[in-house]
């Protein structure tokens, strides 16, 4: 009868031990990591937390740069608001219905440009921080277009501004004023005056998308023709949101979008026909 059962207990006499067997030379001069080494290994993290230390740093250094310029044009456009107000409402009639209204229009309307004009400053801030951490076809792509980008954005906000909100504007007040007498206050003329420009001068990025897609292999230019009817659809549907319940201002931003899908089909072709061609060569 064999006391440990068939072996099947978890501690065996150490008679029961196997004898180690003699190391060749060559397996003794080997040595093997002891447990002590194995652990040291495990417990070390992921990221060094010295080069954890030093991204949160520069990433520190790069928000406060930007906080800086943000108040710098706070200050400058709070400070001249009596001077370009006057363009910006284009002479119309607005009304305040408070005196702390005022204040909160004055730092609502300064807060919004500031923004905007700080914008280019803070992308190229965020460039600084990210431009390391990125692959060298990014890198390069996003060097190249920051500008055009930049361009194509306040190319939108001037399409708003001149063409969509006045012309939308206009309309909306003339169905209103044959059965009411139309008093328009001022922030809400902001808000309008905001909702008609900024998302255009986003959607007027819609090529340079495309073509980083394109760039690192998400987008063709076979893809997108074959959406291309789905894609409509969802722009009548954005321009919809994005825009006065009207259907001038709706009309007046879809066709422009229509015409920048075409074009992003167009630039993404001819990359990809110049990328054939230098594979060929």
Known sequence: MDPYEDRKRKYLSPLDKKEAKPLTPVEAFVETPTETDQASVTDQPLFPMASLFEHITELRK?????????????????????????????????????????????????????FGLSMPFLVHFLWIFVKPGLKEEE????????????????MGVAFGYFVVNPLSYTFLVGIGAKNFDVMVSASEYMHFLVMTTVPLGLLFELPIVALFLSSIGVLT??????????SYIAMGIGS????????????????PMVILYEISIYLVKRIERKQIESTAQ
């Open 221 to 230: 230019a076979e893809s997108m023709k074959k959406i291309r009817g789905w």
């Open 62 to 114: 790069q928000i406060i740069k930007g906080l800086v310029v943000f108040i710098l044009f706070f200050i400058v456009v709070f400070s001249t608001i009596n001077i370009w107000f006057p363009y910006v409402t284009r002479g119309h009639s607005l009304i305040i219905l408070g005196p702390l209204e005022v204040v909160k229009f004055y730092m609502t309307i300064s807060t919004t440009l500031a």
């Open 240 to 255: 919809a949101v994005i825009t006065p319940p009207d259907f001038i201002s709706q009309l007046l931003v879809l066709v």
């Open 139 to 154: 890198s390069r792509f996003l060097g190249l277009y920051a500008p055009v980008m930049l361009v194509l954005f306040l």
